[in-house]
Protein backbone atom coordinates (compact mmCIF):
# COMPACT_ATOMS: atom_id res chain seq x y z
CA UNK A 1 0.00 0.00 0.00
CA UNK A 2 1.13 3.52 -0.96
CA UNK A 3 0.22 6.93 1.37
CA UNK A 4 1.61 7.63 4.76
CA UNK A 5 1.68 5.77 7.81
CA UNK A 6 -1.45 3.94 9.05
CA UNK A 7 -3.00 6.19 11.70
CA UNK A 8 -2.03 5.11 14.67
CA UNK A 9 -4.65 4.60 17.74
CA UNK A 10 -4.73 7.24 20.22
CA UNK A 11 -6.75 6.82 23.07
CA UNK A 12 -10.29 8.65 22.76
CA UNK A 13 -9.87 12.40 24.58
CA UNK A 14 -11.83 12.18 28.30
CA UNK A 15 -14.82 13.18 28.00
CA UNK A 16 -16.15 14.66 30.76
CA UNK A 17 -16.70 18.34 29.63
CA UNK A 18 -19.06 16.63 26.69
CA UNK A 19 -17.10 19.08 24.78
CA UNK A 20 -14.81 18.11 22.18
CA UNK A 21 -12.23 20.41 20.30
CA UNK A 22 -12.70 21.99 17.57
CA UNK A 23 -11.41 20.14 14.27
CA UNK A 24 -8.43 22.28 13.60
CA UNK A 25 -8.28 21.09 9.51
CA UNK A 26 -4.47 22.82 9.31
CA UNK A 27 -3.62 20.48 12.24
CA UNK A 28 -1.72 18.45 9.56
CA UNK A 29 0.28 20.87 7.95
CA UNK A 30 2.55 19.41 5.57
CA UNK A 31 0.22 16.32 4.98
CA UNK A 32 -1.92 18.64 3.02
CA UNK A 33 -1.18 17.39 -0.72
CA UNK A 34 -2.86 20.24 -2.48
CA UNK A 35 -0.49 23.19 -3.43
CA UNK A 36 -0.57 26.59 -1.92
CA UNK A 37 -2.42 28.17 -4.86
CA UNK A 38 -4.89 26.20 -5.78
CA UNK A 39 -8.50 25.74 -5.86
CA UNK A 40 -9.71 23.87 -3.53
CA UNK A 41 -12.39 21.74 -4.16
CA UNK A 42 -14.28 20.10 -1.74
CA UNK A 43 -15.24 16.38 -2.61
CA UNK A 44 -18.68 14.98 -1.12
CA UNK A 45 -19.33 11.40 -1.06
CA UNK A 46 -22.84 10.30 -0.24
CA UNK A 47 -23.21 6.74 1.28
CA UNK A 48 -26.84 4.99 0.89
CA UNK A 49 -28.21 1.83 0.19
CA UNK A 50 -32.08 1.74 1.05
CA UNK A 51 -31.53 -1.42 3.84
CA UNK A 52 -30.37 -0.32 7.63
CA UNK A 53 -27.69 -2.42 9.15
CA UNK A 54 -25.75 -3.19 5.87
CA UNK A 55 -22.33 -1.18 7.01
CA UNK A 56 -23.05 2.32 5.65
CA UNK A 57 -21.89 3.84 8.89
CA UNK A 58 -19.10 1.37 9.01
CA UNK A 59 -17.95 1.82 5.51
CA UNK A 60 -18.47 5.70 6.32
CA UNK A 61 -16.26 5.83 9.16
CA UNK A 62 -13.57 3.27 7.27
CA UNK A 63 -13.23 4.85 4.07
CA UNK A 64 -12.92 8.61 5.95
CA UNK A 65 -9.91 6.89 7.95
CA UNK A 66 -8.77 5.84 4.89
CA UNK A 67 -9.00 8.88 3.10
CA UNK A 68 -6.89 10.42 6.00
CA UNK A 69 -3.88 7.36 5.77
CA UNK A 70 -3.65 9.06 2.04
CA UNK A 71 -2.78 12.29 3.82
CA UNK A 72 -6.29 13.94 3.07
CA UNK A 73 -8.34 16.14 5.62
CA UNK A 74 -11.87 14.83 6.25
CA UNK A 75 -14.74 15.67 7.69
CA UNK A 76 -17.49 12.44 8.31
CA UNK A 77 -21.19 14.38 8.30
CA UNK A 78 -23.69 12.00 10.07
CA UNK A 79 -27.08 12.70 8.16
CA UNK A 80 -28.74 9.91 9.36
CA UNK A 81 -31.38 11.64 10.73
CA UNK A 82 -32.93 9.49 12.53
CA UNK A 83 -30.53 7.03 14.53
CA UNK A 84 -26.87 9.27 14.33
CA UNK A 85 -24.31 7.08 15.60
CA UNK A 86 -21.01 7.78 13.88
CA UNK A 87 -19.18 9.20 17.03
CA UNK A 88 -20.13 5.72 18.39
CA UNK A 89 -17.90 3.78 15.60
CA UNK A 90 -15.07 6.35 17.01
CA UNK A 91 -15.06 5.41 20.80
CA UNK A 92 -17.03 8.99 21.10
CA UNK A 93 -20.05 9.79 23.36
CA UNK A 94 -22.76 11.57 22.17
CA UNK A 95 -21.05 15.03 21.25
CA UNK A 96 -22.87 18.16 22.36
CA UNK A 97 -23.03 20.07 19.65
CA UNK A 98 -24.76 18.24 16.51
CA UNK A 99 -26.21 19.14 13.04
CA UNK A 100 -29.41 19.76 15.01
CA UNK A 101 -27.42 22.97 15.67
CA UNK A 102 -27.16 23.86 12.38
CA UNK A 103 -30.79 22.89 11.14
CA UNK A 104 -32.05 24.34 13.91
CA UNK A 105 -30.30 27.68 13.17
CA UNK A 106 -28.09 27.82 16.96
CA UNK A 107 -25.45 27.51 14.71
CA UNK A 108 -24.71 30.00 11.56
CA UNK A 109 -21.64 28.33 10.46
CA UNK A 110 -21.63 24.58 9.97
CA UNK A 111 -17.34 24.34 10.40
CA UNK A 112 -18.30 25.12 13.89
CA UNK A 113 -19.79 22.18 14.67
CA UNK A 114 -16.99 19.57 12.91
CA UNK A 115 -15.06 18.08 16.16
CA UNK A 116 -11.82 16.44 16.41
CA UNK A 117 -12.18 12.31 16.34
CA UNK A 118 -9.53 10.35 17.95
CA UNK A 119 -8.24 9.90 14.58
CA UNK A 120 -5.85 12.91 13.46
CA UNK A 121 -7.47 14.52 10.66
CA UNK A 122 -10.23 13.18 10.81
CA UNK A 123 -13.37 15.94 11.78
CA UNK A 124 -17.09 14.87 12.36
CA UNK A 125 -20.00 17.02 12.67
CA UNK A 126 -22.15 14.27 14.57
CA UNK A 127 -25.83 13.16 13.82
CA UNK A 128 -28.96 15.55 14.93
CA UNK A 129 -29.51 14.80 18.78
CA UNK A 130 -33.59 15.55 18.25
CA UNK A 131 -34.72 13.46 15.78
CA UNK A 132 -38.21 14.49 15.56
CA UNK A 133 -37.21 18.28 14.92
CA UNK A 134 -34.75 17.77 12.45
CA UNK A 135 -35.66 14.64 10.55
CA UNK A 136 -37.82 16.25 8.24
CA UNK A 137 -36.05 19.66 7.56
CA UNK A 138 -37.21 21.70 4.85
CA UNK A 139 -35.82 21.85 0.97
CA UNK A 140 -33.96 25.29 1.82
CA UNK A 141 -32.82 23.99 5.19
CA UNK A 142 -31.45 20.86 3.48
CA UNK A 143 -29.62 23.30 0.63
CA UNK A 144 -28.59 25.38 3.37
CA UNK A 145 -27.01 22.07 4.66
CA UNK A 146 -25.53 20.80 1.46
CA UNK A 147 -24.03 24.21 0.57
CA UNK A 148 -22.29 24.64 4.02
CA UNK A 149 -20.97 21.00 3.31
CA UNK A 150 -19.24 22.07 0.51
CA UNK A 151 -18.10 24.92 2.02
CA UNK A 152 -16.33 22.85 4.65
CA UNK A 153 -12.59 23.58 4.73
CA UNK A 154 -11.19 19.96 4.25
CA UNK A 155 -10.64 17.81 0.84
CA UNK A 156 -13.60 15.33 1.26
CA UNK A 157 -16.80 15.12 2.99
CA UNK A 158 -18.22 11.52 4.00
CA UNK A 159 -21.96 11.97 4.71
CA UNK A 160 -23.59 8.84 6.10
CA UNK A 161 -27.20 8.74 5.45
CA UNK A 162 -29.98 6.64 7.22
CA UNK A 163 -31.85 3.91 5.38
CA UNK A 164 -35.11 3.85 3.48
CA UNK A 165 -36.01 5.67 0.25
CA UNK A 166 -37.28 9.09 1.81
CA UNK A 167 -36.48 12.10 -0.56
CA UNK A 168 -35.00 13.40 2.44
CA UNK A 169 -32.16 10.86 2.21
CA UNK A 170 -31.97 10.68 -1.08
CA UNK A 171 -31.45 14.51 -1.36
CA UNK A 172 -28.33 14.10 -0.20
CA UNK A 173 -27.31 11.03 -2.21
CA UNK A 174 -28.13 13.19 -5.08
CA UNK A 175 -26.70 16.17 -4.21
CA UNK A 176 -23.21 14.80 -3.16
CA UNK A 177 -20.31 14.38 -5.86
CA UNK A 178 -20.44 10.87 -5.74
CA UNK A 179 -23.06 8.92 -4.54
CA UNK A 180 -22.17 5.43 -3.29
CA UNK A 181 -24.65 2.50 -3.54
CA UNK A 182 -24.31 0.62 -0.41
CA UNK A 183 -25.79 -3.51 -0.89
CA UNK A 184 -24.38 -6.67 0.83
CA UNK A 185 -24.94 -10.24 -0.33
CA UNK A 186 -28.78 -10.77 0.27
CA UNK A 187 -32.01 -10.39 -1.58
CA UNK A 188 -33.32 -8.00 0.25
CA UNK A 189 -30.49 -5.51 0.48
CA UNK A 190 -30.53 -5.72 -3.64
CA UNK A 191 -34.34 -5.34 -3.61
CA UNK A 192 -33.64 -2.43 -1.29
CA UNK A 193 -31.54 -0.92 -3.22
CA UNK A 194 -32.94 -0.55 -6.89
CA UNK A 195 -35.88 0.94 -5.07
CA UNK A 196 -33.55 3.01 -4.09
CA UNK A 197 -32.30 3.81 -7.37
CA UNK A 198 -35.68 4.47 -8.29
CA UNK A 199 -36.53 6.78 -5.86
CA UNK A 200 -33.60 8.71 -6.91
CA UNK A 201 -33.73 8.75 -10.49
CA UNK A 202 -37.66 10.10 -10.23
CA UNK A 203 -36.33 12.64 -7.64
CA UNK A 204 -33.81 14.10 -10.06
CA UNK A 205 -35.73 14.17 -12.72
CA UNK A 206 -38.30 16.53 -10.89
CA UNK A 207 -35.41 19.45 -11.92
CA UNK A 208 -36.66 18.45 -15.81
CA UNK A 209 -40.12 19.29 -14.35
CA UNK A 210 -39.23 22.47 -12.95
CA UNK A 211 -37.65 23.31 -16.30
CA UNK A 212 -40.21 22.19 -18.93
CA UNK A 213 -42.99 22.04 -16.98
CA UNK A 214 -43.72 18.44 -17.82
CA UNK A 215 -44.62 17.75 -14.05
CA UNK A 216 -48.28 16.20 -15.04
CA UNK A 217 -47.02 14.08 -18.06
CA UNK A 218 -44.22 12.65 -15.84
CA UNK A 219 -47.06 11.75 -13.37
CA UNK A 220 -49.58 10.46 -16.00
CA UNK A 221 -46.83 8.06 -17.27
CA UNK A 222 -45.56 6.99 -13.99
CA UNK A 223 -49.11 6.44 -12.44
CA UNK A 224 -50.02 3.50 -14.78
CA UNK A 225 -52.48 2.71 -12.38
CA UNK A 226 -52.84 -1.14 -12.34
CA UNK A 227 -49.94 -2.16 -14.24
CA UNK A 228 -46.56 -2.89 -13.42
CA UNK A 229 -44.89 0.53 -12.39
CA UNK A 230 -42.54 1.80 -14.75
CA UNK A 231 -38.64 1.33 -14.60
CA UNK A 232 -36.63 4.62 -15.58
CA UNK A 233 -35.73 3.75 -18.76
CA UNK A 234 -39.18 3.38 -20.10
CA UNK A 235 -40.41 6.57 -18.21
CA UNK A 236 -37.51 9.06 -20.40
CA UNK A 237 -39.12 6.92 -23.41
CA UNK A 238 -42.60 7.29 -22.79
CA UNK A 239 -42.06 10.98 -21.78
CA UNK A 240 -39.79 11.29 -24.94
CA UNK A 241 -43.02 9.87 -27.14
CA UNK A 242 -45.55 12.97 -25.64
CA UNK A 243 -42.60 15.68 -25.68
CA UNK A 244 -39.41 15.31 -27.60
CA UNK A 245 -37.58 17.79 -26.32
CA UNK A 246 -38.40 17.40 -22.33
CA UNK A 247 -37.63 13.02 -23.30
CA UNK A 248 -34.13 14.41 -24.72
CA UNK A 249 -33.67 16.22 -21.23
CA UNK A 250 -34.99 13.27 -19.49
CA UNK A 251 -32.32 11.32 -21.01
CA UNK A 252 -29.54 13.54 -20.52
CA UNK A 253 -30.51 13.67 -16.60
CA UNK A 254 -30.29 9.65 -16.50
CA UNK A 255 -26.96 9.39 -18.96
CA UNK A 256 -25.57 11.83 -16.23
CA UNK A 257 -26.96 10.02 -13.35
CA UNK A 258 -23.99 8.00 -12.32
CA UNK A 259 -24.33 6.30 -9.01
CA UNK A 260 -21.73 4.25 -7.66
CA UNK A 261 -21.72 0.39 -6.70
CA UNK A 262 -20.22 -0.87 -3.34
CA UNK A 263 -20.57 -4.68 -2.00
CA UNK A 264 -19.77 -4.94 1.63
CA UNK A 265 -19.96 -7.66 3.68
CA UNK A 266 -18.59 -10.09 0.86
CA UNK A 267 -18.13 -13.98 2.69
CA UNK A 268 -17.75 -16.36 -0.06
CA UNK A 269 -16.67 -16.27 -4.02
CA UNK A 270 -19.93 -16.49 -5.04
CA UNK A 271 -20.48 -12.46 -3.95
CA UNK A 272 -18.24 -10.99 -5.89
CA UNK A 273 -20.14 -11.71 -8.70
CA UNK A 274 -22.79 -9.84 -7.47
CA UNK A 275 -21.25 -6.06 -8.44
CA UNK A 276 -20.62 -6.60 -12.12
CA UNK A 277 -24.54 -8.49 -12.25
CA UNK A 278 -26.25 -5.41 -10.72
CA UNK A 279 -24.48 -3.37 -12.92
CA UNK A 280 -25.90 -5.16 -15.71
CA UNK A 281 -29.39 -5.80 -14.18
CA UNK A 282 -29.45 -2.26 -13.69
CA UNK A 283 -28.29 -0.82 -17.51
CA UNK A 284 -30.75 -3.83 -18.48
CA UNK A 285 -33.47 -3.20 -16.60
CA UNK A 286 -33.61 0.43 -15.55
CA UNK A 287 -31.36 1.93 -18.16
CA UNK A 288 -29.37 3.16 -15.63
CA UNK A 289 -25.46 2.87 -15.76
CA UNK A 290 -24.23 2.10 -12.53
CA UNK A 291 -20.24 2.44 -11.30
CA UNK A 292 -18.51 -0.50 -9.28
CA UNK A 293 -16.31 0.58 -7.05
CA UNK A 294 -15.50 -2.65 -5.84
CA UNK A 295 -16.28 -4.66 -2.46
CA UNK A 296 -15.38 -5.31 1.24
CA UNK A 297 -14.85 -8.07 2.68
CA UNK A 298 -17.02 -9.13 6.12
CA UNK A 299 -14.26 -8.79 8.85
CA UNK A 300 -15.74 -10.22 12.16
CA UNK A 301 -13.00 -8.28 14.50
CA UNK A 302 -14.29 -5.01 12.71
CA UNK A 303 -18.00 -6.16 13.63
CA UNK A 304 -16.89 -6.88 17.31
CA UNK A 305 -15.24 -3.88 17.98
CA UNK A 306 -18.40 -2.12 17.17
CA UNK A 307 -20.39 -4.27 19.04
CA UNK A 308 -17.96 -3.64 22.20
CA UNK A 309 -18.30 -0.02 21.70
CA UNK A 310 -15.05 0.19 20.85
CA UNK A 311 -13.40 2.70 18.10
CA UNK A 312 -12.72 1.08 15.13
CA UNK A 313 -8.65 2.28 13.85
CA UNK A 314 -6.81 1.29 11.06
CA UNK A 315 -5.42 -1.32 12.86
CA UNK A 316 -8.13 -3.14 13.79
CA UNK A 317 -9.51 -3.43 10.57
CA UNK A 318 -7.54 -6.70 9.23
CA UNK A 319 -5.16 -6.85 6.58
CA UNK A 320 -8.09 -8.14 3.96
CA UNK A 321 -10.61 -5.24 4.92
CA UNK A 322 -7.76 -2.51 4.81
CA UNK A 323 -6.70 -3.89 1.50
CA UNK A 324 -10.23 -4.06 -0.06
CA UNK A 325 -10.46 -0.73 1.55
CA UNK A 326 -7.43 1.02 0.00
CA UNK A 327 -8.84 -0.50 -3.36
CA UNK A 328 -12.36 1.07 -3.41
CA UNK A 329 -10.56 4.43 -1.99
CA UNK A 330 -7.87 4.57 -5.24
CA UNK A 331 -10.79 4.12 -7.44
CA UNK A 332 -13.06 6.87 -5.71
CA UNK A 333 -10.63 9.35 -5.69
CA UNK A 334 -9.87 8.48 -9.58
CA UNK A 335 -12.89 9.50 -10.47
CA UNK A 336 -13.43 12.99 -11.47
CA UNK A 337 -15.61 15.35 -9.30
CA UNK A 338 -18.35 16.24 -11.19
CA UNK A 339 -20.16 19.31 -11.98
CA UNK A 340 -21.43 20.93 -8.35
CA UNK A 341 -24.45 19.65 -7.72
CA UNK A 342 -25.70 21.70 -5.33
CA UNK A 343 -27.16 24.78 -6.91
N1 LIG B 1 -17.56 -5.67 6.20
C1 LIG B 1 -17.97 -5.84 7.44
N2 LIG B 1 -17.36 -6.72 8.27
C2 LIG B 1 -17.79 -6.92 9.53
N3 LIG B 1 -18.82 -6.28 10.09
C3 LIG B 1 -19.48 -5.39 9.33
C4 LIG B 1 -19.10 -5.10 7.98
N4 LIG B 1 -19.95 -4.17 7.50
C5 LIG B 1 -20.82 -3.88 8.49
N5 LIG B 1 -20.54 -4.59 9.59
C6 LIG B 1 -21.28 -4.55 10.86
O1 LIG B 1 -22.66 -4.55 10.62
C7 LIG B 1 -23.33 -3.79 11.61
C8 LIG B 1 -24.23 -2.76 10.96
O2 LIG B 1 -23.41 -1.78 10.33
P1 LIG B 1 -23.82 -0.24 10.26
O3 LIG B 1 -22.67 0.46 9.66
O4 LIG B 1 -24.33 0.25 11.56
O5 LIG B 1 -25.04 -0.35 9.23
P2 LIG B 1 -25.98 0.80 8.67
O6 LIG B 1 -25.30 2.11 8.89
O7 LIG B 1 -26.16 0.48 7.22
O8 LIG B 1 -27.28 0.69 9.41
C9 LIG B 1 -22.26 -3.17 12.48
O9 LIG B 1 -22.10 -3.96 13.62
C10 LIG B 1 -21.03 -3.25 11.61
O10 LIG B 1 -19.86 -3.30 12.36
MG1 LIG C 1 -25.97 3.79 9.98
Same mark, same amino acid.
Given at each position: ?13 ? #? ?30 ? %? ?5 ? %? $? ?24 ? !??? &????? *??? /? ?20 ? @? ?5 ? $? #? ?8 ? %?? @? ?25 ? !? ?9 ? *? ?18 ? +? ?6 ? =? ?38 ? &? ?22 ? +? ?6 ? !?????? /??? =? ?11 ? $? ?26 ? =? ?21
Amino acid at each position: MTGPDPVSPRTPRP #LGTGRFPRFQPEDRGAALRRPEAAPRTLRSIA %IGGGKGG %I $GKSLVAVTLGIELVRRGLRVVLVDCD !LGG &ANLHS *FLG /MEYPKETLSDFVLRRVENLSQL @VITTPVP $G #LGLVSGARNA %IQ @VANPMHQQKLRLLRAVQKLDADVAVLD !LGAGTHYNVVD *FFLQAHHGILLIVPEPTSVE +NAYRFLKA =AFLRRIRSVDASFGIRDLIQEVTRARGQRPLVPAEIVRAV &AERDPEAGAALEREMASFKPLLLV +NQVREPKD !LALGEG /MCA =ASRRLFGLELTYL $GHLRHYDQVWRAVRAHQPVFFEKLGKSF =ALDLAAVAGRLLELPVPKEAVP
